[in-house]
Structure formats: structure tokens, C-alpha cells
T-cell receptor, first 114, second 117 residues
Framework: AQTVTQSQPEMSVQEAETVTLSCTYD???????LFWYKQPPSRQMILVIR??????QNATENRFSVNFQKAAKSFSLKISDSQLGDAAMYFC???????????FGQGTRLTINP | GAVVSQHPSWVICKSGTSVKIECRSL??????MFWYRQFPKQSLMLMAT?????????EQGVEKDKFLINHASLTLSTLTVTSAHPEDSSFYIC?????????????FGPGTRLTVL
């Protein structure tokens, strides 16, 4: 079965500093998408960033960027200039079975220290 | 981004009763919708894939007779928890799939908290 693994249950960072959240995945697909979602206390899932596997260039969205290592099946999220509003659960996810489903990692709880 | 709503946002019911949760895509048509379940401090687990006009596809271990899914239109999918029991208490989240400009994305609803007494 396809799996997504987040090995860091919790992370904390000082406000304005940079933090990296780790994610590895296992797939036999050649074409797939990878995502990072944020779930704040409201529990609304919010898309942070998306990466198409066929693209070699790492995706970036303002303060959020990824380090996509396809051969290593690694997809880490870097948050620069951390803000208090970044505090949330972060889930890494991958599409499976021809982009029809998502499988999620276990999540990383990010705390921002003022 | 596209907007998905869920109703109700929370519901408390007695054991043995049925509860219906609605999921609507407000500004896009979702041929495919997904239903997830999330236990406290855990990740999202896919329960079923709902396709408009056809039967839902359930994940292994999900009881299709307990969790009835109907996708009657391109903007509405419903999840009915039949004969609910305390172990069905959970947070249920739906999402709608889009493939705008060839880019795949799921947009999530705000979730429904179900408590079965």
C-alpha cells in the first residue's frame, strides 16, 4: 500500500526563524502530485503548496518552499520567517491511483514561539 | 480557491439513530467528492470516493451499509451514518476534486463533528 511518512510528530520554532518539516513517501506511480496541507485549530484543511512529480523545479509559495527529491522520495517543507499564524498541524499528502485519491501522513504539529 | 461547505458543522445524536451530513461545492462542479474521517490528534483517513450518478467506492474496512453515500448532483454529496453508535463519533471531512487547467486539487469542507451518545 502507498504510504506517506512524517517522522516529526511535533516541531517548534522561534518567530521569524526558519523551520523544515520532513516527509517521505512510497509510490510505484510515475506521475503523481505531492501536497502540504495546513490544519489550524479550526480544523479547516488549507492547501499550502503543491508539487507535480514531473517537474524538477521545487515549488515555492511566498514564505513556503519545498525540497523535492524524487529519487529519494522525499518532500520536505521549509517555512521561512515563521509567523504566529503558521502554528497548526501540517500534513503531507500524495496522490495515488492515477490522481484520484490522496493518502496523508501522520501530521506534524508546529508551534511558533514568540 | 474553490469553496466547499458542510452541514451541519456539529451534531449530537442518540445511539441507534441516523445522521445525514451534506457536502456542497459552492462555486465549482465536483464530479468526484471524497469523505474522510479524522480521530482526535490523528490524520485523515479516506472512507470513500463519491462519483456523481454512480455508486460510491469504499475503502477497505469501511462498512458501506453503515456509511451511506449519495452523490445526487455535481455540487452535492451526502454521508448518512446509519444506526450510529458511540464508536462512530469522529470528525468527518469531505472534499471536492477539481482538475482546472489540468492541475489536480482537492478542496476541503470545514468538517462535521459527530458525537453519538
Amino acid at each position: 500500500a502507498q504510504t506517506v511518512t512524517q517522522s516529526q510528530p511535533e516541531m517548534s520554532v522561534q518567530e521569524a526563524e526558519t523551520v523544515t518539516l520532513s516527509c517521505t513517501y512510497d509510490t510505484s506511480e510515475s506521475d503523481y502530485y505531492l501536497f502540504w496541507y495546513k490544519q489550524p485549530p479550526s480544523r479547516q484543511m488549507i492547501l499550502v503548496i503543491r508539487q507535480e512529480a514531473y517537474k524538477q523545479q521545487n515549488a515555492t509559495e511566498n514564505r513556503f518552499s519545498v525540497n523535492f527529491q524524487k529519487a529519494a522520495k522525499s518532500f520536505s517543507l521549509k517555512i521561512s520567517d515563521s509567523q504566529l499564524g503558521d502554528a497548526a498541524m501540517y500534513f503531507c499528502a500524495s496522490t495515488i491511483q492515477g490522481a484520484q485519491k490522496l493518502v496523508f501522513g501522520q501530521g506534524t504539529r508546529l508551534t511558533i514561539n514568540p | 480557491g474553490a469553496v466547499v461547505s458542510q452541514h451541519p458543522s456539529w451534531v449530537i445524536c442518540k445511539s441507534g439513530t441516523s445522521v445525514k451530513i451534506e457536502c456542497r461545492s459552492l462555486d465549482f462542479q465536483a464530479t468526484t467528492m471524497f469523505w474522510y474521517r479524522q480521530f482526535p490528534k490523528q490524520s485523515l483517513m479516506l472512507m470513500a470516493t463519491s462519483n456523481e450518478g454512480s455508486k460510491a467506492t469504499y475503502e477497505q474496512g469501511v462498512e458501506k451499509d453503515k456509511f451511506l453515500i449519495n452523490h445526487a448532483s455535481l455540487t452535492l454529496s451526502t454521508l448518512t451514518v446509519t444506526s450510529a453508535h458511540p464508536e462512530d463519533s469522529s470528525f468527518y471531512i469531505c472534499s471536492g476534486e477539481t482538475g482546472l487547467a489540468g492541475v489536480y486539487e482537492q478542496f476541503f469542507g470545514p468538517g462535521t463533528r459527530l458525537t453519538v451518545l
